[in-house]
């Protein structure tokens, strides 16, 4: 079965710090989004993106932060200056129809962002 | 802005009993509501949905039920086996207006041989 591939699986950075967070969403899928969990808390939602552009973002999705296709296959979220409230799991996801009953989002394993 | 809530962080089962884990919305626009499974490490998986034409939705040992006039979902795991062990999330969104997914905080089911 198709799957949402991230990588890496756990990245550390130093607070200030960039850093890109890559994904490959299913191939047929047209609408990608961004997630993330704090430890112990529910999951957010961050943006979603289609054709080329951002479709809707969060109040969390603030000027730090950035997404980018910037191929046919890739899908990535990049933080500009890391702070350490960043630190959570963050979750590529993608689903092939939008606005649809029937079309779950269907999510990587997750990038751990440890900042310190 | 809870709008989707998960009242019980943890439920403990008997293998071969049944497992019923909660959910309850705030938003009457939400028409398509979901259940996801996630094992630690691993990235949520899609199990069962429901959209709001339907009261009851079935595969296999997994049954999502849905009260609109409570503003409640259930999800019902029978029967219930050791590998069902992990957290549960609802999820709910408005089909028509697209993007956004509101998820619950989760339920840990641990399901006991």
């Known amino acids: 079965e198709p799957e949402v591939t991230q990588t890496p699986s756990h990245q550390v950075t130093q607070m200030g710090q960039e850093v890109i967070l890559r994904c490959v969403p299913i191939s047929n899928h047209l609408y990608f989004y961004w997630y993330r969990q704090i430890l112990g808390q529910k999951v957010e939602f961050l943006v979603s993106f289609y054709n080329n552009e951002i479709s809707e973002k969060s109040e969390i999705f603030d000027d730090q932060f950035s997404v980018e296709r910037p191929d046919g296959s890739n899908f990535t979220l990049k933080i500009r200056s890391t702070k350490l409230e960043d630190s959570a799991m963050y979750f590529c996801?993608?689903?092939?129809?939008?606005?649809?009953?029937?079309?779950?989002?269907?999510f990587g394993n997750g990038t751990r962002l440890t900042v310190t | 802005d809870q709008q989707v809530k998960q009242n019980s962080p943890s439920l403990s089962v008997q293998e071969g009993r049944i497992s019923i884990l909660n959910c309850d919305y705030t938003?009457?626009?939400?028409?398509?509501f979901l259940w996801y499974k996630k094992y630690p490490a691993e990235g949520p998986t899609f199990l069962i949905s429901i959209s709001s034409i339907k009261d009851k939705n079935e595969d296999g040992r997994f049954t999502v039920f849905l009260n609109k006039s409570a503003k409640h979902l259930s999800l019902h795991i029978v029967p219930s086996q050791p590998g069902d062990s992990a957290v549960y999330f609802c999820a709910a969104s408005v089909s028509y207006l697209g993007n956004q997914f509101y998820f619950g905080t989760g339920t840990s089911l641990t399901v006991i041989p």
């Open positions: 996801a993608s689903r092939n129809r939008q606005g649809a009953i029937n079309s779950p989002l269907h």
């Open positions: 938003n009457s626009m939400f028409d398509y």
